[in-house]
Each structure stands twice: as C-alpha cells, then as structure tokens.
C-alpha cells in the first residue's frame, strides 16, 4: 500500500464512505438518484453544522482580538522596525494571551470542506447510478448539463446558479468583515465554478444543495435570534416526514420500514435527548486527563479489533481468497484507525467539556457492545461467498430474538455507567488497556496462522508424480512452465474423467439451456440429472461423498467420530485414485480441495499411491488469458474490492437486529463495487485453456480429476460470456427475466462456464477420444437462485449439477428423471470394475442405491473448516428427505435441530 494509499484512507475514505451509504440510503429510500443527491448534501451538512458552528465562533473571536489588538500592533508598527519590532509585537501577544496560531483557526470550516469535497468529487463523478439518470430538467445526472446551447455551443448553467448562491451566501455571511476577507470568499466561488463547470451534473446538484444550506445558515444567523430553533424546527419535519413515509408504504424499503421509521422518530427526538444528556453531564464531576484517557483507551480496543483481530481471523479461514492478504490488513487497518481514532479525535477536539464526557462514556458503552456481539453474539448465517454475500440471508434475521438485543445493548450502558457514577474512571479505561494488549495478542497469533496458510499457497505449484520425484515451483506463478501433458488420454484403452464445477447448480441448467440453447447439441451423449440431492449446501458437506460415496457423508464422517476430521476427508479424496492407480490405469489430479480438512490443496495426500500425477493449476493461466482478450496487468488487484473487510467487520460487531441491515442483501451499501474479476480469472483461465492440456497418446487407460471453481465466483461476466475487470450493470429485463440481480450474475457465470466445458468437449473429439471416454461432471452443492424449480423449500443450495456421458454415448443431450446423489460418482465411474472396494473401509462401491435407505442432509453451523473438528462436523440441523422428487415440498421433512 503506497503513502498516497494511506494518505487517501486517512483523508478521503471516510467521507467518501459516509457519502456512498446515504446515497445508497436515500435512493432506496426515494427511487430517485436525483432527489438522493439533494439528501446527502442535506445531510452531510447536518452532521458537519456542530463543526461549521464552533469553526465560525472560533472565526468569530479571532476577529475580536484582532480589533481588539489592532491600535496597540498599530502603535508599535509606527514605533518600532526590524527584530526590535517583532519581538515587542511577540510580547504582547503573550500579555495578551494569544497566539498567532488562533488565526488558523479561523480555516478550519474550509479546512473541513477539502476532504468532503474531493469524496463528493470522486464517487458523484463515476457513480454509475448517476450516469443516465434524468432530473427534471437535467437529462444525464451523469454528464455536464448542457442547459443552453447557442449557435452549437454549449452553456452549462448550472455550476453558473451554484455560483450565484454561492456569492449571496458569502455577502451575507462576510457583511461585517474587511475587504481581503471578502475578497478571499468572492474568489473561492470562482474556484469551485472553474473546477465544477465541466462537472457531472449530479456533482454540482450536490454543491449547490450545499451553497444552499449555507445560504439558509448565514440567513438564519443574521436574522433569527435563536437560529437553534429553526433547525429544531425543520429536524422535526423531516423526521416526521421520515417516520410516516416508511409506515405508511411511500419508500421503497423493503423489511426496513420500522428501521427507517425509528430513525424518524430518533431525529426528533434527538434535539431533546441530547438537552437532557447535557444536563446529566454539567452534574457529573471528572478530571479531563481521566476521561481523555477512557475515550482513546476505548476508541483503541476498538481500532484493534475491527482493523486487525476480525480481518485476520477472516483472512487466515480463507488465505486463497485474497490477493495480498497484507495489503487488505493495512488498508483495514487504516481504514479503522481513521474511523475509530482519528475522526473521533477531531470531534474531540472541536467539543467542550460536557460534550467530552458524553463522548467518554458513549465511547466505552460502544466498545463495549463491540465486543459483546463480536465474541458472544456470532452466530453461523449459512454459505458466504467470496464475494462476502451470505446466500441464505433471512438467517441473519433468524439468528437471535430480539431479546438478545435488548440485553446487549442494556448490558453495554450499565457496564461502563456504573464505573463512571463511582467514579472509577481509571479502572474502566485499565480494562479497556487489557482488552487492548488481549485483542494485539489474538491477532499476533492468528497472524501466525495465516502465515502458514500463506506458506503452504505458496506450495501449491509442486508437481508430484507416480515416480514420487518433485520438480522445483516455477519461477513465477502465472507462468505456464507445466508437463507437456497435464491430462493423458488413451486412444487403445478407456478413458475416465471427473470434472467437479464447484457451486453448479442443476436446477438452473434449465434457464440456461433456454438461453444458449447450442449447448444441447454440444453435449453431444449426456444425461443430466435434474433431481440430484447433495448431502450439503457448502463444499464442506458436498464435495467428500462426490470421491468417496455414501461412505463420507456428513452424517456417516460423524458417525466414526474417534477418527480425525482430516483423516476421513483424506480418505475420500483419495479412494478413486487408489482404486484407478492400483489397477495400472494413469491418475491425473489438479487443483484438489479439502485436503486435510482445508481449502488449500496439500498435494503431499497422494504421494504414496501409485501411478498418481497431480498439481494445480489455479493462477498459472492468469497471464496468459489476460494478454490474450488486452486486459491490463493491474485489473486483477484493481478488481478485489478492499474495503469490503472493514464492512464486514461492522457486521460482526453490531448487534444482530442491524446485521441483516448492514449486509444489505450482499451490496453492503455500496453503489458500484469491484467485481470478482482476479478470483473469476484464476478458475476460468484454467477451465478456458483445458483442451490444450491434454494429449493423445496409446498408453494405458486414464483416470482424471480436475477441480474447478468457476461457478463460485459469480459478479465478473458480461452477458457475452468474457470476464469483465470492471463492474457489470445488467439490463432491467435481464433481471427480470432471472428474478435478481444476483440471479443475473451467476446465469451468466454459469452459462460463460458451460460454453467453455463445451468448447473442451469440441477438443476431445478432435483429438478422436471423445467415444472412448466417460466424463462426469459434477458439483458440490448448488446455489441461491430466483427461479428455481422447487416449490417453496428453500432447498436450491442442496440440488447439485449432474450429469453422465457413458462411453459410445450420442445424441443431443437427454434429461433424466431418476433420482441420483453426487454420493453416486464412485458407483457410477467403477461400474465395469469387478467389485470394487473401499480400500479403506473395505464396503463395496458398486452397491445399488437403495429407495429404503433413509437419507438426510445437514446443515453446518459454518461453511469455514476450521469451525468443525478435530473430530466432527458441528451440525446446526438435519433435515430427512421423505419422497424421491426433491423438487416436491412433500418430499421434505421438517428440519430437527441437532444437539
């Protein structure tokens, strides 16, 4: 992370951040950017009118003084020349204690404006909300206005309005001051026309709101005697207004109506709350170094456990999923200082003394509430994506009753409240330092951890062969420095091939076989299975029994429960390739998952089975996919987005009523995000360059299995089918037709996945071994989709994608009603074995499916490995499939909670 990186965190981030959630906020609320716009700006100087109010009076004084000091500096001037005069003039100034540095103070409200301005700048210019959008009489919100054209050449009027306001805002406002002053203001709103005049629309709509309330700020100061009141006044309104907008339907808010309309209310009563906590606190008697230190103590906890401990026990659960796990920590880092240092600093600094106490104690009841949800409120929401959206979102809301939240945030008040009404301020800020030196010590720790995470990615690209030799890692990991021949394929003997497409869902083959319906011809020989049951609805409960059978389902896996979690998932991953490997038949493994119970491949599990080459592919294409469509070098970092860890770590250590809130069906309030691009690009790359790893040759029959986890990264390509760096809006018929946007995203991933296995397929008959070989491509679990085909279960992430080429298969591709498991794969590759066995448990592999046989799936209380184990997968309900037809409800019992 460069300094102009951390400077732009420091400075920038945070207003950018306000500015992107109430903008978010309010066109949620209003359907209308335009009208958004106008909220924004009415809010952000709301929140800042505390700040402009002490700035002016500061601006105030000093003007004072100066005319105060003004005969007596003259006096001396006329007297006095040289060092002589400056050091008489320094002289007074202490007689009259003050300080040249006072004036300075007097630029704080502009000071403040810069960071507000360049964040207004940079997110109202490339909001891709804004750009199309009309208001009234500005057609393109995200254009220049273009108001007025004479003779072909166009006027923008409005940053020509803007500055109008502007300078009858500051005659009203400089009245009482000298000519320079004035001259300094007059000359400002020259700036901004000269930097706005060329600007979006939407940008100088957003100034000109501000000039506005300016303009009503200066008014009311100049006219009103009580100029608080007003504001309480229109407060009021716009709370009411809030308040019965959202219970009467007029927003568009979806479950957030009560939430919006507490709000309301809240800001009415706010003017009055806070009277009241003035009072409590003029009565309430504390030395200021003791309640300093209570606030930085508590802002510190804080700090270090938003920007350290959380982002690195997420980085270290999944060390894959992130491009430069340093850069995400000190970006997060940053970003947390920023937010829970540095901006309550300034509030600090700008507050009096009744307003420092409330913020002591207000700061030690919020670290306090922190870390009651982050380590007594967490709770399991089901499968999160890489992409940091939780597919099951009504869990969030499901996770605790609303009791719970009552008692954290009771317990959160009284807590610190005690300590501060006997006075025990420095024992409170003691165990806030403790909790500090506790949260530095977990995150050293689980900075080890990652660590060795790292260390073994960095592993990845060894090679082992049958021969047991192991070639040296290239030297860089895009680089394509592979055997010849990742895949063999015999043209004299059989070939079997086990493709596993990580989250394809087989329900939703249907829309896209209506979308590209080539692909029925293309999969020339297969039969789909749309009723496919998977055991799980995450890799950690589906992808075992797809290599080991009915031997390692999650059920069974607990069932041994004296035998190492690891142990088991070894096991499972390697049964076929014993099977294959032991009757002379060529293994070849890529890119395997779950080894050890882990999401990073250990390519060490298979060293000792014979005739057995396996590696990973994952990055090793990434060059050359990118050189290949002209797509920039820096597009795959650009493409991570990595603010997302500081949103999520708002949702741990919130209470669970605002989660679901915060979560935001997966946008996390963000008006344009960074898509999932470099993650998309190290799985699809592989999957686009298959065809080129394999080769013909007349050796011995061949056993493959290659793992791909496409499907997963959803968000990063176009309706065309290419991975796109930038993010990806899609048309309102698009998501109409598929039912969300989300849905939109993963068809299109989805369909640009197919297309490419297709296109491998096209290889493998050019190369004359497409009869000879079965394949078998497979998927853990499925997926959240709009238009499913189940009827009100909620049961889509359970319905896997299946489908079967047998050797000598033709035709356009078949549908299958008969009811399979991924369990099913072991049975369906070795079937022309002659009793095939587990050869670690010794059961048959070639066993019929029996309709008697009570099955159930599960659901775990985490998709994150280390969450589970040593010895068993933590369970957080089973749920019994009674019928056959898994897109029946009647086929579904209830789901029993698990002790």
Known sequence: MSITEVLYTLIIWFPFALVEFLFVLFKKILDEPGLAVIAVSICINTLLLPIYTVADRWQHEERLAQKRMKPKLDEIRAVFKGDERQMIINTYYR????????????????????????????????????????????????????????????????????????????????????????????????????????????????????????????????????????????????????AAGALLGRFRLDRYAFLIAGLGFGIIAAPFAWKWCMKKAQRFHAPEKDLRLLFFSSCAALFLLMGALIPLQVMASEASDFAEPLRYVIRTLAQSFTACVLVPGVIWAFANEGIRKMLAAGSAMLALLALICMFALSASYGVMTNGFKIEQPELISRAFPLWVNAAALAAAAVVPAVFLLVKQHKILAGVYNAVTIAIVTMSIITAVELGTELNALQQTTTVLDGGGSTPPPPQSADALSLPATVFPFTATGVNTFIMFIDRAMGAALNMALDEAPELREQYDGFVWYPNSLSFGNSTLGGLLPIYGGYDYTP????????????????????????????????????????????????????????????????????????????????????????????????????????????????????????????????????????????????????????????????????????????????????????????????????????????????????????????????????????KDLFEGTGMSGFNPLLMVKDFGACGP??????????????????????????????????????????????????????????YLLNLSGVRPLIGRDIFKAASWGEWESVQ
């Open 95 to 242: 007689h009259m204690r003050y300080s040249p540095l006072y004036a300075l103070r007097s630029s704080v409200g502009l000071v403040l404006q810069i960071p507000f301005f360049f964040a207004a700048y940079q997110f109202l210019s490339h909001s891709p909300t804004l750009a199309g959008s009309s208001f009234y009489f500005l057609q393109n919100l995200g254009e220049a206005d273009h108001l007025l054209t004479i003779r072909g050449f166009s006027i923008n009027i409005m940053p020509l309005v803007m500055t109008l306001i502007n300078v009858v805002s500051a005659m009203v406002y400089a009245k009482d001051m000298g000519n320079r002053e004035k001259a300094q203001l007059y000359g400002m709103a020259l700036v901004f026309l000269v930097l706005l005049y060329n600007s979006p629309s939407g940008l100088v709509l957003y100034w000109t709101c501000n000039n506005i309330f300016s303009l009503g700020k200066n008014l009311a100061s100049a006219v009103l005697k009580r100029p608080s009141w007003a504001l309480q006044i229109i407060t009021t309104i716009a709370g009411l207004a809030l």
């Open 813 to 870: 591709l078949s549908v299958s009603p008969v009811f399979m498991t991924n369990a099913d794969v072991p049975s369906i590759v070795t079937q022309d074995m002659r009793d095939p066995k587990n050869p670690h448990r010794g059961t048959s592999l070639s066993r019929p499916f029996r309709n008697s046989d009570p099955l159930q799936v599960v659901g775990l209380i985490s998709s994150t490995p280390s969450k589970h184990g040593p």
């Open 555 to 786: 059920l069974e896996l607990n069932a041994h429960s004296g035998e190492l979690l690891s142990d088991k998932a070894n096991e499972a991953l390697t049964l076929l390739p014993k099977v294959f490997g032991e009757v002379g038949a060529r293994v070849s493994i890529t890119d395997p998952s779950m080894t050890n119970m882990r999401f990073v491949s250990d390519l060490a599990v298979f060293k000792d089975i014979p005739n057995v080459t396996v590696q990973n592919l994952d990055g090793r294409f990434n060059k050359q996919y990118m050189d290949a469509f002209h797509l920039e070098e820096g597009s795959f970092l650009e493409s991570f987005d990595f603010d997302i860890l500081f949103r999520y770590t708002l949702f741990r250590i919130s209470i669970p009523l605002l989660r679901y809130g915060i979560h935001y069906k997966g946008i996390w309030w963000r008006d344009s995000a960074a898509n999932a691009f470099g993650r998309g690009l190290t799985e699809y790359s592989s999957l686009y360059y298959l065809g080129s790893l394999c080769a013909v040759d007349n050796g011995t029959d061949t056993f493959s299995m290659f793992f791909n986890e496409t499907t997963h990264e959803q968000g990063a390509f176009t309706k065309e089918g290419q991975l796109s760096p930038s993010p990806i809006s899609f048309p309102a018929e698009d998501i109409d037709r598929f039912g969300s946007e989300d849905s939109a995203e993963y068809m299109y991933t989805f369909i640009a996945a197919l297309k490419a296995v297709a296109a491998w397929l096209a290889d493998l008959r050019a190369l004359g071994v497409y009869d000879n070989t079965r394949i078998i491509i497979v998927s853990d679990h499925g997926a959240s989709f709009s």
